[in-house]
């Protein structure tokens, strides 16, 4: 028997991590909807790919479609074609949604505080028009370790950006999928599949406290290769992970 090919070896070890989050986490029930925030992004991209092909498994029966938010006034691009396309390949139907906001009338907050906003906004909004129960999000491990990095020393809290989190409000819930996986896999992944990159990329992407929070980050595990574990299983004991 020839030995596994490394895009194999990758996608075999991010489908491990899925359907243990899945577990883990209580993510996916029977007859749920599930709606993907579809960025275009390489997370967003390899999370609506595990999900569709997850779907037609029917263990849990659900279904999925995806969601696509334009932004008016940020200065990037993507293919909106290709997502289409993506999609379709899928077997996923792609809803395209445009919205803007006016960053001079809150001075107080970044534009990306802004943007992530508002496509949250239109998210519910449509999640909720189209019978959707739950909202899927490409964050990975590694952005929930940095949030949780970001909470404890920018504002004094210990948490972070929960696996499940029902939303109060709102008759949804929050799932993030890939939050088991690394970062530096799903990259990896994503090269191998040959994921279209967006046309431009956000202005802002590098000028925020997560780029900060990154790079420390990244001189942690330099330090302590076991800190990425640890971290997570102190989010864990202390029940950050899921929010009822």
Same mark, same amino acid.
């Not at 028997?1 to 596994?4: C, V």
């Not at 999370?47 to 569709?52: G, K, P």
């Not at 994503?190 to 046309?199: M, P, V």
């Given at each position: 028997?020839?030995?596994?090919t490394?895009?194999q070896q990758?996608?075999?070890?991010l ?6 989050a899945?577990?883990t986490?209580? =993510?996916? $029930?029977?007859?749920? /909807? @599930?709606?993907v ?8 991209l390899?999370?609506? #790919? =595990?999900? $569709?092909?997850r779907? /037609? @498994?029917q ?6 479609a ?5 932004m #008016?006034?940020?200065?990037y691009?993507s ?10 390949d899928?077997?996923?139907?792609l809803h395209v ?5 006016d ?21 519910f ?11 899927a ?5 590694d952005?929930i370790?940095?949030?949780?990095l970001?909470g404890l ?8 950006m929960p ?6 409000k709102?008759p949804?819930t929050i ?14 992944y ?10 431009k ?5 590098h ?6 929070i990154?790079r ?10 076991e800190a990425?574990?640890n ?5 864990n004991?202390a029940g ?5």
């Open positions: 028997m020839p030995a596994p490394t895009e990758l996608e075999k070890r489908n491990e991590r899925f359907v243990k899945m577990a986490y209580g =993510l996916i $029930a029977d007859d749920d /909807r @599930i709606l925030g579809l960025s275009g992004g390489k997370d967003s390899c999370l609506l #790919e =595990l999900l $569709a092909k779907m /037609r @498994i263990h849990p029966r659900f279904e999925v995806a969601l696509h938010v334009r #008016e006034n940020i200065h691009e293919d909106t074609s290709y997502l289409e396309t993506f999609a379709h899928l077997g996923v139907t949604r445009t919205t803007g906001f960053a001079s009338t809150d001075t107080r907050r970044s534009p990306c505080f802004l943007c992530s906003w508002y496509r949250r906004k239109i998210m909004n449509v999640a909720q028009e189209l019978g959707f129960n739950k909202i999000l490409g964050h990975h491990q952005d370790l940095h949030t949780t970001m020393f920018y504002q004094g809290q210990f948490g972070s696996a499940r989190l029902k939303l109060r709102m949804l799932i993030r999928p890939l939050c088991m996986m690394r970062e530096a896999d799903i990259k990896a994503a090269d191998l599949r040959g994921y279209q990159d967006q046309k990329q956000c202005p802002y992407e000028d925020s406290h997560r780029t900060t990154r420390l980050f990244s001189d942690i595990e330099a330090m302590n290769p990425r574990a971290m997570w299983r102190a989010l004991k950050k992970m899921v929010e009822e």
